[in-house]
């Protein structure tokens, strides 16, 4: 397997909780280099990128006109759209914090414009690959509990 250089990441927003989260694990990350944050909120991305130690971006105009080459959206949920539509019309992959979006129009959107400008597109769905999770959907699969005819559950962070 041929050497690549690691994958640049910056972060669109701090708003959201799983921020920090993506940030610890970017900085740990041996193939990604976390490059900066662009926020909104000027302060928060100067506070937040000297916490991790990496730049600040203006703002998001400016972190997508560098060179990264993909953004993890971390706003708010009503700013989704915005600023995935800014990061996929400037050619950078992304993956948005979930809900992908607050309506149907804003989630189409959000998958069309990835589509025509060839950039991947991902959100943050961890639950679905834990293995408890993972055996519960092979033994409905195997019809192993019966019909589902509705489902409550709660998730205490795995």
């Known amino acids: 397997m041929e050497d690549r250089p690691p994958v640049k990441i910056g972060m669109?927003?701090?708003?959201?909780?799983?921020?920090?989260?993506?940030?610890h694990c970017l900085k740990e990350l041996p193939n990604a280099e976390f490059v900066?944050?662009?926020?909104?909120d000027v302060s928060r991305a100067k506070k937040m990128a000297k916490q991790f130690g990496v730049r600040a971006f203006a703002d998001y105009d400016?972190?997508?006109?560098?060179?990264?080459?993909?953004?993890?959206?971390?706003s708010e949920n009503i700013n989704h759209r915005k600023q995935v539509v800014l990061a996929a019309q400037s050619e950078k992959h992304v993956m948005c914090e979930k809900p992908l979006a607050t309506n149907v129009e804003d989630a189409e959107a959000i998958v069309e414009v990835c589509k025509r400008s060839n950039v991947k597109?991902?959100?943050?769905?961890p639950c679905?690959?834990?293995?408890?999770?993972?055996?519960?959907?092979?033994?409905?699969?195997r019809g192993d509990i019966g019909e589902?005819?509705?489902?409550?559950?709660?998730?205490?962070r795995m």
């Open 12 to 23: 669109m927003s701090f708003a959201h909780m799983h921020a920090f989260s993506y940030a």
């Open 36 to 40: 900066g944050i662009a926020d909104e």
């Open 62 to 74: 400016q972190m997508l006109s560098s060179d990264v080459d993909a953004v993890i959206v971390c």
């Open 121 to 125: 597109l991902q959100t943050a769905l």
């Open 128 to 141: 679905r690959f834990h293995p408890a999770f993972a055996e519960l959907k092979s033994s409905v699969g």
């Open 148 to 156: 589902v005819l509705a489902i409550k559950a709660t998730t205490r």
